[in-house]
């Protein structure tokens, strides 16, 4: 496979080029929307009851032109290497027999879970807003009997009994379409799992991947909890040098071209953990091309790749600045999804891409719902994980997703909600760029508008405080994160981020996340931070700052 | 502390001495479910706000009288004692600042939670059955906005946003009360989180306690699923001997006192993992003096014992046989709570042990979600654990289940739905011992009647086999599995739950569970069982069965 092209066409894939023996064969055209029921017809009878054993293989279209994913043994831990699949789940298979009474597997009876239904209020396609909810929001109902009683492919008595490590097929069913209407990977036998969040995956691959000593790459400044769940395993981050599109493949190349083993005390490095979209803290978003060249990058050095992605969908509309009308929200789905920056999965023709999905920033990180889309062999470790651990989603949260999504909205309904998401962060963002421009003097504070995400990250021109070189940057940056708190805000203060702990500050940020607080209390926010920072560096008000 | 008598009053506490500086104080009387009201009156403002910071230590009673734990530092391995507290987590103590404004955590606004409440049917208090419920169950309403507007303590704004490691303040506060209502721990520093499930929570002790090559003591047939969630940390199991009331102190003892390394290939084990009530697989249940020894030696050892107790809940009513009109079920929640075996957490002045409870065998196990009592060092350890892996149960599971648990039925409804249980599953014993004593020849099977559990253990006269001495133990097995899927019935092979692998067999079980099928589907299944059985053993039916 030739390494991606350096200027491709805007808007199209990823320039995945198929592999077939048989060249005359007619590819069929990419799942959408509207191709789900079809693609469900072709799968056979829906096999979705208690505890059913369950595979991707099952809900995605075949394509067996495109290639098959390299073999990762060679990456494997030694803990993932010796999991073997339970015993007792073995003997799942005689249950298939007509007739059998099964007194073998210690799954309590629904007759005693005291939920006769569930009703769930929930916006109608279109009408997405709380209030429009309250109003003409529809009332879904899941029952316990469902399926028996034919409404419904998921009710409380499969949902509420145990359940496999790959979640219910009736979730899986719905996040593999989704995977593939999105991402359609370029390799044959990826997969998805359903599992409790992304932070439990990344626990989980961390122990699937990584032996004690080992390092783990990312950007320089990354999500802390990433660095936090691997250092009492022993595993160390190593930070790479970023730009306004993220990680910057050249140093990652010779980060990696320059590896010694003796030197770095671990050998050289083959998992690379990226945040793609959106990035936390930074707020940067690789483009088409920078994702191609990070990839070919990887694959140079048979790297797995880790991309964590809960900020896809909140790629927002351009930034239009404070005056000019906001950019146009895509039309149709398909200007919508081209909208979206490829995914790494997306240009993934190895299968050396394991991708984080959540809901958690879309739906609600309540709901402790996720999935990765990986390759078969790794997906099948990764179960053999789940199975003696965290298992699989609670059954409430799989029954309420799957009627919301899957039932009620249906893909193309998600979509729109998705598309009202990225209206609403788009906002959200325009408000405090807004107040960043109107409140923070330009000669200390410095920002770039985030494409995606939650977060933005303003630089401070350490280099203009009084005492600069005479005290720590980490020093200043608490005096400023103090005088702040002092004014009655909180921002994060950009070294809690680095990827390498105890190293040298020789910048300073600050993260700030439009996320959550209302926009005048956001507004408010900046302007107290402003006072606080102008305080720290003894700052004269003047004439640059429009009020 | 002197270890407890051999000769106890019957349905008592266990005989713990309260120690105190202070003699002459007066102790206050144990909690019960009358005495919560006041209980929360005396904790003050309850906190349960998004993500909110919370302890067990806010919703005990206090009780400086008992002595503290012991600590555990020499038994934390090498991962969990590097395990830091979040930096970002760290943060929120800023939050309680009046009038702050946080950009500071990646929370997203409740906004956007496409909820706008739910609607749960469940039973009225003593109107249990899923029939009853249908007719007679109450519509319970949850809310997104229900604390503010003053109609819970608990939300789906709350509930689905990001949580805690320790699980909601809500949930953690109704188990405490549970736990010191039903176990009254005799030390001090108990406290109690809300995890995701038993499985997890033992895969994490395990990572806790034990490094490569450690071993961990069980029952000699134990839960299939503790032995391989072990196993690929490099734990292994070694079994205790058992008799009819479950693992045997005086083996455990000489296992223990008679340790060599050398010969072990591993140092001396310090962790105990027992199933006290209901004994998956055995379905044996150690009674109040067995529990009392098998402290005794953890003290003598100094163990750590690790109490599974899904099956505590399923203690049944005396088994009557088939022609006695049943025991009368307990008529006050103080009877009942006598009628149950104390738990080994009842009598742990030292700290030793680390209960998982669940819902899973008395709710339902889709909730995911239970939690585990131990020691506040072994219980913040454990937490430091979950924020960088699972986090908390699903908000869908943890808010429905308070608004049934804590709000609608209260700890005496509550207390009246086990005592619900209690009868549902002593039937469904008694069906499957009434269909053993008619269709198995008492020459080739002999059971107890359970006292708790979901299991039926039944074993074979391995020695009347004609290839016995001939053939091996797992063969004659293998055989009566296969001839029992021939007649259309699975019951498990008691080698699958071997606390040892690759131990040759000298005795034959099977494992039968009365807790899903329907009540004539398992007296079928049993007959057929018998089937298969007498046709293994070339067996000639004759008068000694009554049909």
Same mark, same amino acid.
């Given at each position: 496979?030739?390494?991606?092209?350096?200027?491709?066409?805007?808007?199209?894939?990823?320039?995945?080029?198929?592999?077939?023996?048989?060249?005359?064969?007619?590819?069929?055209?990419?799942?959408?929307?509207?191709?789900?029921?079809?693609?469900?017809?072709?799968?056979?009878?829906?096999?979705?009851?208690?505890?059913?054993?369950?595979?991707?293989?099952?809900?995605?279209?075949?394509?067996?032109?495109?290639?098959?994913?390299?073999?990762?043994?060679?990456?494997?831990?030694?803990?993932?290497?010796?999991?073997?699949?339970?015993?007792?789940?073995?003997?799942?298979?005689?249950?298939?027999?007509?007739?059998?009474?099964?007194? #073998?597997? =210690?799954?309590?009876?629904?007759?005693? *879970?005291?939920? %006769? /239904?569930? !009703? $769930?209020?929930?916006?109608?396609?279109? @009408?997405?807003?709380?209030?429009?909810?309250?109003?003409?929001?529809?009332?879904?109902?899941?029952?316990?009997?469902?399926?028996?009683?034919?409404?419904?492919?998921?009710?409380?008595?499969?949902?509420?009994?145990?359940?496999? #490590?790959? =979640?219910?097929?009736?979730?899986?069913? *719905?996040?593999? %379409? /989704?995977? !593939? $209407?999105?991402?359609?990977?370029?390799? @044959?036998?990826?997969?998805?799992?359903?599992?409790?969040?992304?932070?439990?995956?990344?626990?989980?691959?961390?122990?699937?991947?990584?032996?004690?000593?080992?390092?783990?790459?990312?950007?320089?400044?990354?999500?802390?909890?990433?660095?936090?769940?691997?250092?009492?395993?022993?595993?160390?981050?190593?930070?790479?040098? $970023?730009?306004?599109?993220?990680?910057?493949?050249?140093?990652?190349?010779?980060?990696?071209?320059?590896?010694?083993?003796?030197?770095?005390?671990?050998?050289?490095?083959?998992?690379?953990?990226?945040?793609?979209?959106?990035?936390?803290?930074?707020?940067?978003?690789?483009?088409?091309?920078?994702?191609?060249?990070?990839?070919?990058?990887?694959?140079?050095?048979?790297?797995?790749?880790?991309?964590?992605?809960?900020?896809?969908?909140?790629?927002?509309?351009?930034?239009?600045?404070?005056?000019?009308?906001?950019?146009?929200?895509?039309?149709?789905?398909?200007?919508?999804?081209?909208?979206?920056?490829?995914?790494?999965?997306?240009?993934?023709?190895?299968?050396?891409?394991?991708?984080?999905?959540?809901?958690?920033?879309?739906?609600?990180?309540?709901?402790?719902?996720?999935?990765?889309?990986?390759?078969?062999?790794?997906?099948?470790?990764?179960?053999?994980?789940?199975?003696?651990?965290?298992?699989?989603?609670?059954?409430?949260?799989?029954?309420?997703?799957?009627?919301?999504?899957?039932?009620?909205?249906?893909?193309?309904?998600?979509?729109?909600?998705?598309?009202?998401?990225?209206?609403?962060?788009?906002?959200?963002?325009?408000?405090?760029?807004?107040?960043?421009?109107?409140?923070?003097?330009?000669?200390?504070?410095?920002?770039?508008?985030?494409?995606?995400?939650?977060?933005?990250?303003?630089?401070?021109?350490?280099?203009?405080?009084?005492?600069?070189?005479?005290?720590?940057?980490?020093?200043?940056?608490?005096?400023?994160?103090?005088?702040?708190?002092?004014?009655?805000?909180?921002?994060?203060?950009?070294?809690?981020?680095?990827?390498?702990?105890?190293?040298?500050?020789?910048?300073?940020?600050?993260?700030?996340?439009?996320?959550?607080?209302?926009?005048?209390?956001?507004?408010?926010?900046?302007?107290?931070?402003?006072?606080?920072?102008?305080?720290?560096?003894?700052?004269?008000?003047?004439?640059?700052?429009?009020?």
């Amino acid at each position: 496979m030739a390494p991606p092209s350096k200027d491709p066409p805007n808007h199209q894939d990823a320039d995945v080029r198929a592999v077939t023996d048989t060249p005359t064969v007619e590819l069929p055209s990419a799942l959408t929307c509207a191709g789900v029921p079809a693609r469900r017809l072709k799968s056979g009878v829906f096999n979705g009851g208690v505890a059913a054993a369950t595979s991707s293989e099952f809900f995605k279209s075949k394509s067996l032109w495109k290639p098959l994913a390299n073999k990762w043994d060679h990456r494997l831990s030694k803990e993932s290497k010796s999991r073997k699949a339970s015993s007792l789940k073995g003997a799942a298979k005689y249950l298939a027999k007509p007739g059998i009474i099964s007194l #073998g597997g =210690g799954l309590p009876s629904s007759d005693y *879970f005291p939920f %006769e /239904h569930i !009703e $769930i209020r929930v916006p109608t396609v279109g @009408q997405f807003s709380e209030e429009e909810t309250k109003i003409n929001g529809q009332d879904v109902r899941i029952g316990k009997h469902d399926v028996p009683e034919g409404k419904s492919a998921f009710d409380l008595a499969i949902a509420l009994n145990y359940g496999q #490590g790959t =979640g219910s097929a009736q979730m899986l069913r *719905f996040v593999t %379409e /989704h995977t !593939e $209407i999105v991402h359609n990977p370029p390799y @044959q036998d990826w997969q998805c799992i359903v599992d409790v969040g992304s932070t439990y995956a990344l626990d989980t691959l961390y122990r699937m991947f990584c032996e004690r000593g080992d390092y783990v790459i990312s950007e320089e400044y990354t999500f802390a909890t990433a660095v936090e769940t691997a250092a009492p395993l022993g595993v160390k981050f190593l930070g790479v040098k $970023i730009d306004d599109e993220g990680l910057i493949p050249e140093d990652l190349d010779q980060l990696l071209e320059n590896w010694d083993d003796q030197a770095r005390g671990g050998r050289k490095p083959y998992v690379l953990y990226t945040v793609p979209s959106g990035q936390n803290p930074t707020g940067s978003t690789q483009g088409r091309v920078r994702r191609q060249e990070i990839y070919r990058v990887a694959q140079k050095h048979d790297l797995l790749i880790i991309e964590d992605e809960p900020y896809y969908f909140l790629q927002m509309q351009p930034y239009t600045g404070p005056n000019a009308p906001p950019a146009p929200l895509p039309a149709t789905h398909e200007e919508f999804l081209n909208s979206l920056v490829p995914s790494l999965l997306k240009m993934d023709v190895d299968g050396r891409v394991i991708r984080m999905d959540s809901f958690s920033k879309v739906i609600s990180p309540g709901s402790r719902l996720g999935w990765i889309t990986a390759t078969s062999q790794i997906c099948e470790r990764f179960i053999r994980n789940c199975e003696v651990s965290a298992q699989n989603p609670s059954g409430f949260s799989q029954v309420i997703l799957h009627r919301l999504l899957d039932e009620h909205w249906g893909h193309a309904g998600y979509l729109d909600w998705l598309i009202f998401i990225r209206k609403e962060y788009t906002q959200r963002r325009d408000i405090i760029l807004q107040a960043c421009e109107k409140y923070l003097p330009k000669e200390l504070a410095s920002w770039n508008p985030p494409a995606a995400g939650m977060f933005q990250w303003i630089k401070i021109a350490v280099e203009k405080h009084p005492d600069f070189g005479k005290r720590e940057v980490v020093d200043i940056e608490d005096d400023i994160f103090q005088a702040s708190v002092g004014e009655c805000v909180l921002l994060s203060p950009g070294s809690w981020f680095a990827a390498e702990r105890g190293v040298k500050h020789t910048a300073l940020f600050f993260r700030a996340t439009f996320a959550a607080a209302a926009g005048p209390d956001m507004t408010e926010a900046i302007r107290r931070f402003s006072v606080a920072l102008k305080r720290v560096f003894k700052w004269e008000e003047n004439e640059q700052i429009s009020v």
